[in-house]
């Protein structure tokens, strides 16, 4: 099951976020959000 989570963000980061999406490939913005995320668990959460 999957749970929805609604962002909002600065003009700035949004425009960051479409150019790493087009750098790195992604395909969604929740995929990207999803790959962002599990780095940070990685490094900072776990």
Known sequence: MRCVVTISLPEEMC?????????????SKSEFMRHVLRFWLENNGK
């Open 15 to 27: 425009k960051e976020v479409a150019k790493q999406m087009k750098k790195h490939k992604f395909v």
